[in-house]
C-alpha cells in the first residue's frame, strides 16, 4: 500500500469499522432477508456488510469487507458455524489488519 502515493497512508491514521445496509429484493443472494437497514432507518429486505478502513485525515482506504448472515437464514441458527454477530466480524476484521497488513 505505502508504495503507491495513491494508497500510501500518512502518519497517525484511524481504523474504521463500519456496518452498512443495503435493500435488496428477492432471497437468492446469500444474506438476504428482513433486517435493520440504517441507511433507510427500518427494518426491510436486504443485506449487511461490516467494513474496515484506513482514514488518515485526508483520504480513506477501504481495506475489507465480511457479510453479516442472520441466524435465521443458516440452517442451524445460532448454533451454526457460519454465524457470527457483527462485533465478532468487526474483532476479525481488526485483527486481520493488524496482523495481516501492517
Given at each position: 500500500?505505502n508504495?503507491?502515493?495513491?494508497?500510501?497512508?500518512?502518519?497517525?491514521?484511524?481504523l474504521?469499522?463500519?456496518?452498512?445496509?443495503?435493500?435488496k429484493s428477492?432471497n437468492?443472494?446469500?444474506?438476504?432477508?428482513?433486517?435493520?437497514i440504517?441507511?433507510l432507518?427500518?427494518?426491510?429486505?436486504?443485506?449487511?456488510?461490516?467494513?474496515?478502513h484506513?482514514?488518515?485525515g485526508?483520504?480513506?482506504?477501504?481495506?475489507?469487507?465480511e457479510?453479516?448472515?442472520?441466524?435465521?437464514?443458516?440452517?442451524s441458527?445460532k448454533?451454526d458455524p457460519?454465524f457470527?454477530?457483527k462485533p465478532?466480524?468487526?474483532?476479525?476484521l481488526?485483527?486481520?489488519?493488524?496482523?495481516?497488513?501492517?
Open positions: 500500500m508504495q503507491c502515493n495513491q494508497t500510501k497512508i500518512s502518519r497517525g491514521f484511524s474504521i469499522i463500519d456496518d452498512s445496509g443495503h435493500r428477492g437468492f443472494t446469500d444474506g438476504v432477508g428482513r433486517q435493520y440504517g441507511q432507518g427500518k427494518t426491510d429486505n436486504g443485506v449487511v456488510v461490516v467494513t474496515s484506513l482514514y488518515d485526508k483520504k480513506s482506504l477501504p481495506l475489507d469487507i457479510l453479516y448472515k442472520k441466524a435465521d437464514s443458516l440452517p441458527g448454533d457460519d457470527k454477530k465478532e466480524i468487526a474483532i476479525n481488526i485483527d486481520k489488519t493488524c496482523f495481516e497488513r501492517l
